[in-house]
């Protein structure tokens, strides 16, 4: 195992803000991905000048693994289109920071360090017009990086700018929330939160790293008790009753445990709303070329995309144990939330 320092992430997180962000002049540092070590991966080549691609959302997954309707159906609700498709595409623009280092990201690092020499400032107007000039462009834009939550003004930025282009009610803004910081309320206006949670066509999915401490820091390199620390940030993100959504990654280099860390993530969701489980997609690790060279010589590594399918098992059965099958059937945006019903 790695005996790396664990990441600082409210010290390093602060940092990578700092050089993320100019609030002053509106603007956010957007990821070149165009010659990016990224790049070899894209399905289509970087659009919008290099800063943007074409990301294609699937339903179907891997045999055992649950389909994957985000954001295909919560966007489908928002926009009024009647029939699921099996793939839609979104147009997606990374913010260049992250303040930790998940070993399966697909993101190289030099996307994910603020570096000004493989990134570029934009306001949410400028993005907007970029996305304007796509030829039949995606109806779903997706804010990713990186870790947008770095830098939440750009989210309301977003929604502001896309109003002022009369597109609010025609694309759907999808924001991915990493739960590693709390920018969101100690940056964020309150008129800004409204904005969040009035904006109509809008969904936030917020990533678990992990069902336990110990494979959190495996994931992340982060400390083990910034595992503990997701699950209270998550709390508070459900509170501002936002259509939310929830991905877990659950790679881990110990087999012993799992099927009770599972179950014990599960009664930790549920204590933040009975149903959010059926709200969240197990993400099944898959190697992409930054992924690689992290995976040479790594055993640990190696074994945890072996142990991923002892723990989606587990997981699975956790649903059918706790759910009903009318319940579990609910399309994903249909289930509710406490918090979406006051």
Known sequence: MSTIKPIETQRFAAQLRARAIDVESG???????????QEVDLTLPANCNGYGRVRHFRLATAKGWPANPLPIAPACHALGIEQVPVLMTALVFQNAACAWRCWYCFVPEELLK?????????????????????????RIIDLSGGSPDLVPEWTPWMMRALTNAGLAESTYLWTDDNLSTTYMFDELSAADLERLRRYRNYGRVCCVKGFDSRSFAFNTRAASQDYDRQFEILRRVMDLGLDLYGYVTLTSPHDDGVAQGVADLMDRLQSIDPNYPLRVIPLRIEVFTPVEQRLARDDARERSLVIQEEAIAAWMSELERRFDPETRAKQICDVPLRSRQA
């Open 27 to 37: 603007r956010v540092l957007i990821s070149r991905l165009a010659g990016s070590g």
């Open 114 to 138: 603020a570096d000004h020499d493989h990134a570029e400032w934009f306001t949410a107007a400028e993005l907007v017009d970029l996305y304007r000039q796509i030829p039949d462009a995606p």
